[in-house]
């Protein structure tokens, strides 16, 4: 039977896991609590519990972690981690500070189903969904033993490899074990899930009521160029797509966040940016404007910086909140875009050091979950 990885488990399924042992239910907030806030990786460190309890639990659960691969960090300050995970496929994270701010950009996907033609993360397609636990354990490894989660960083965004919604269930239970007074406590004001518009999954990412941000990429104004670009545009068209962000639950003040690729002679014109502040009207939102990254392969070219400035003042002056993003970490290829899986990277590890505090992978017990039911059907909804 294959055992059961705690960081997979919300505290409800822990509890009824226990029970069945005959255990009392605060079993499960002492687990909760040292998998979470203790980040215990052995039964054995959870010396609350009974030996005997231990001993049971043991035989089907364990705690996964991932193994740093590979750590590097960029001029500005940006990190980015390759971690391999129990079946050897491999992902990114990054870590970028800024100067109010450490935002970790986690990896939902190994690859990518949705095709955008501008981001390496599709060039291999998908490989499989992460599960929570492997979602979860790229927070964990940012947060040093200690220190509240505040402390070592202060927002999460997802919007590294692949698309959250295509993992809805991994997304979904790795947002709540991060929000969970049981998790990481972390508010979800703090967390922003990026999404390439995948309208149905949308429509029921709402209904889960998370109450995290929303940044949706829009990255074209017409559909044609949004097709061109992005294939998802072809089932879920511009005008749906924002119909649906129209009926988004949104908090007090909270804003959808659209983002934008400017890719040079192709969506930068000023034709483009009106196009932009009209379909805008009546959406609480906010515009982030990512110039290109460029990468190998790909046709497309960043436009220069006055196009840049040009498109953010016209929307500017058009009422919109509109903000380039500086390219953080381009020099390692941590930039939006730029993370990819390595297939037959070779383990290498550049700093030791740190990898010496970090706990080793316990090996391949855990269940592998390959492509999940959504992500098939989702292929099958986009048409590819
Ligand atoms: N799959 C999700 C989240 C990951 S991509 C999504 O598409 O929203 C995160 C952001 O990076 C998206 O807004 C995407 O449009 C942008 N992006 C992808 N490739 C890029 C590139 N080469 N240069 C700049 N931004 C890029
Ligand atoms: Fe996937 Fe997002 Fe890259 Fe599109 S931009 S291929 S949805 S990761």
């Not at 935002?103 to 190994?110: A, F, G, K, L, R």
């Not at 949004?226 to 294939?231: D, F, N, Q, S």
């Not at 639950?249 to 483009?272: G, H, K, S």
Request: glycine share 6%.
């Amino acid at each position: 039977m294959a055992l059961t990885d705690l960081r997979d488990v919300a505290l409800q399924e822990m509890t009824t896991m226990l029970a069945e042992a005959g255990e009392p239910a605060f079993r499960a907030t002492q687990l909760c609590h040292w998998v979470y806030k203790r980040q215990a990786i052995s039964l054995e460190q959870m010396t609350d519990l009974p030996e005997a309890l231990r001993q049971r639990l043991g035989a089907q659960c364990y705690v996964s972690t991932l193994t740093p691969l590979r750590q590097q960090l960029s001029a500005d300050g940006t990190e980015k981690v390759l971690f391999r995970l129990e079946d050897g496929n491999q992902i990114e994270t990054v870590l970028i500070p800024a100067e109010d701010k450490r935002t970790i950009c986690v990896s939902t996907q190994v690859g990518c189903a949705i095709g955008c033609r501008f981001c390496l993360t599709a060039q291999g397609g998908l490989v499989r969904s992460l599960r929570p636990a492997e979602i979860i354990s790229q927070v964990l490894h940012f947060q040093a033993p200690g220190k509240t989660p505040e402390r070592a960083f202060t927002n999460i965004v997802f919007m590294g490899m692949g698309e959250p919604l295509d993992n809805f269930a991994g997304t979904v239970q790795a947002i709540r074990t991060l929000t969970a007074e049981w998790g990481l406590g972390i508010s979800p004001r703090r967390i922003t899930v990026s999404t390439s518009g995948l309208v149905r999954r949308l429509e029921a990412f709402g209904r889960e009521d998370l109450k995290v941000n929303l940044a949706v990429s829009l990255n074209a104004t017409t559909d044609a160029v949004r097709t061109a670009i992005m294939p998802i545009n072809k089932p879920y068209p511009i005008a749906m797509l924002l119909a649906s962000c129209r009926a988004f639950p949104l908090a007090m003040r909270q804003r959808i966040t659209f983002e934008y690729v400017l890719l040079r002679e192709v969506n930068d014109t000023l034709a483009d940016a009106k196009r932009l502040v009209r379909l805008m009207e009546g959406l609480r939102c906010k515009i982030n404007l990512l110039p290109f990254n460029e990468i190998p392969g790909v046709p497309y070219r960043r436009p220069s910086d006055d196009t840049v400035q040009q498109f953010q003042q016209y929307l500017a002056q058009h009422g919109l909140s509109a903000f380039v993003r500086q390219s953080r970490g381009r020099d390692i290829s941590a930039a939006c875009g730029q993370l990819r899986f390595e297939e037959h990277a070779t383990p290498r590890l550049t700093d030791p050091a740190h990898h010496a505090t970090m706990p080793a992978a316990l090996g391949a017990q855990g269940e592998h979950v390959g492509e999940t039911a959504e992500a098939a059907a989702t292929r099958h909804e986009g048409g590819r």
